[in-house]
């Protein structure tokens, strides 16, 4: 009896010890589909490109300018907000607010500034065409900086600094009795800026990429935990149906069921009062500021249609950089990666506005897949 | 990113079309209006503009009076964000500019053709499934 329970302790140990070592070696969770899905998510970092209606885009005296343009709380009406205030660099340019809070407390949450450069649309209701359209928006919202053109054109004039850096990157002198032209180059030199701010590769960018390289040796030291995060992500999730390409966006926008009230009686109509505003903005790429008539430059402009179901739509957000930008959602009301992943697991679709389109439903993930859903993501960001 | 055409049936009878016209449209009816198309880039990405180059044609040399195209996604019932806009080029060439697929998946390219005294369109379709 002594004998055949030591060979029994034997067998159990030793079936203990290759579990132990089956579960050391670390191993390629994915299916060639999901490996396929996974591929779509690169290669990072996608290549710069140049904005043509703007012609300060990637010029290096205008990036120069602009960054000093961003920190200079003189551009505010009261001297006290620059566009650093909201889009401080040591938050992931935004201000890990729930709603910024610049010369007063702004409607939306503060976007990440990291990647804005190759946008289609910018803004939570995609309100602008262009990065330096869009950067005239704070400049002029009272809530936020305040200013007029006059001012933003005394600024320039009266800065030495200033006026000679506007003179080398635009061959004009600022012009008060044209201060709305001094506005427009202002956020041009701004928006070269905001081009540059980038963010570079990541632990998933290195899974993605042993992935096409065919390298299951490499890809299977990404986590685990990770990889079955990233299955969800492309299959009971259904996260890339709207979170596409390298930057996990696909640059339009969506009813995410987050509630639209911004406080009691008052709505925020999200894109379709963005679309509104683009088709009637000076500022729009079709208007007299654009660099450009090329109609490759301004073919979203011309053809985006405002419908019923905009109502309630805010932009689809990049998931890159995400531990670097809480809170989340164009509330910020998701305070954490955990939130939001509890947000779709539980979403309440009588929310959704849009009538009909049937992608979000309550996912019930479990913790643990909760869990490994919020590891993937944390994938996407710069590593501590 | 690839494109895989799903329904090409109507190509039979579709003998209006030049051979090299592009991939056939399901046409409801074939002999009155047949269809194709070409996609400029192709393959279509999802979240980039692309056009779209019809070649339309009547064997009973119905006159077109008007066209329609769009896109949706019959599984999500929507559409797309953007408004397309059809010019003819003549000799019943076509070109279709303001498309974006937004989401992968299965899309449908909608044509609409209304002959000169009749005001119920004629449908013709394309299923694609873009990733």
């Known amino acids: 009896m002594k004998a055949l329970a030591a060979w029994g302790l034997l067998l159990l140990t030793c079936i203990a010890g290759a579990s132990l070592t089956t ?10 589909s999901e490996i396929s899905q996974m591929l779509d998510h690169g290669p990072w970092p996608e290549p710069a490109t140049r904005d043509p209606s703007n012609r300060a885009s990637g010029n ?3 990036i120069a300018f602009g960054r000093t343009l961003f ?4 551009l505010s009406i009261t001297g006290t907000v620059s566009c650093a205030t909201c889009h401080q660099p040591e938050r992931g340019w935004t201000d890990g607010l729930k709603r910024g809070q610049a010369i007063g407390l702004v409607d939306r949450n503060t976007q990440s500034l990291l990647n804005i450069g190759n946008n289609r649309w910018f803004g939570w209701a995609g309100s602008s065409d262009s990065l330096w359209a869009h950067s005239i928006v704070p400049l002029l919202e009272p809530k936020e900086m305040g200013a007029t053109p006059a001012h933003i054109a005394r600024r320039i004039s009266e800065n030495p600094a200033f006026l000679s850096s506007y003179k080398a990157v635009f061959g004009i002198s600022p012009n008060e009795a044209d201060a709305e032209t001094t506005l427009v180059n202002v956020a041009k030199a701004l928006a070269a800026f905001q ?16 992935l096409a390289r065919g390298d299951r040796t490499a890809a299977a030291s990404f986590p685990q935990d990770a990889q079955r995060g990233a299955q969800l992500f492309v299959g009971r999730g259904k996260c890339n149906v709207c979170h ?3 930057a996990f966006s696909n640059g339009e926008f969506s009813d995410a069921a987050v509630p639209y ?3 009691p009686g008052r709505v925020d109509p999200g894109r379709y009062e963005g679309i509104a505003k683009l088709k009637s903005s000076p500022f729009n790429r079709l208007g007299k500021h654009s660099d450009t008539r090329d109609e490759a430059s ?3 402009t011309v053809h985006v249609e405002q419908r019923h179901t905009n109502f309630g739509e805010f932009k689809v957000p990049s998931l890159r950089n995400l531990t670097l930008t809480a809170p989340f959602m164009h509330n910020g009301s998701r305070a954490t990666i955990e939130d939001v992943v509890r947000h779709y697991s539980e979403i309440n679709v009588e929310r959704l506005h849009a009538d009909g389109e049937r992608i979000l439903e309550p996912f019930k993930f479990s913790a643990r897949e909760a869990s490994d859903l919020a590891a993937f993501l944390r994938t996407l960001s710069p590593r501590p | 990113m690839t494109v895989a055409l799903l329904l090409t049936s109507g190509a039979a009878q579709a003998s209006c079309l ?3 016209s592009g991939t056939h449209m399901k046409s409801a009816d074939p002999a009155r209006f047949a269809a194709a198309v070409r996609f400029n880039p192709a393959p279509i990405k999802v979240g980039a503009p692309f056009v779209v180059n019809l070649m339309l044609c009547s064997a009973e040399s119905a006159k077109v009076e008007r066209i329609v195209i769009d896109a949706r996604m019959p599984a999500h019932r929507h559409g797309m964000n953007y408004k397309p806009e059809i010019l003819a080029k003549g000799e019943g060439s076509y070109e279709a500019r303001g498309f974006l697929f937004h989401m992968p998946g299965k899309w449908e390219v909608t044509l609409a053709v209304t002959e000169a005294g009749n005001s119920k369109p004629h449908q013709l379709a394309l299923e694609l499934d873009v990733r």
């Open chain 1, 23 to 32: 579960a050391q070696q670390p191993s390629l969770l994915l299916t060639e």
């Open chain 1, 195 to 210: 081009e540059t701010i980038t963010s570079g590769r990541t632990a998933f960018d290195d899974f993605r990429d042993a």
């Open chain 1, 71 to 74: 920190f200079d709380k003189g």
């Open chain 2, 18 to 20: 030049p051979a090299d």
């Open chain 1, 261 to 263: 009230f911004i406080e």
């Open chain 1, 244 to 246: 596409v390409g390298p």
């Open chain 1, 298 to 300: 301004s073919w979203a």
């Open chain 1, 60 to 62: 290096a005296e205008a």
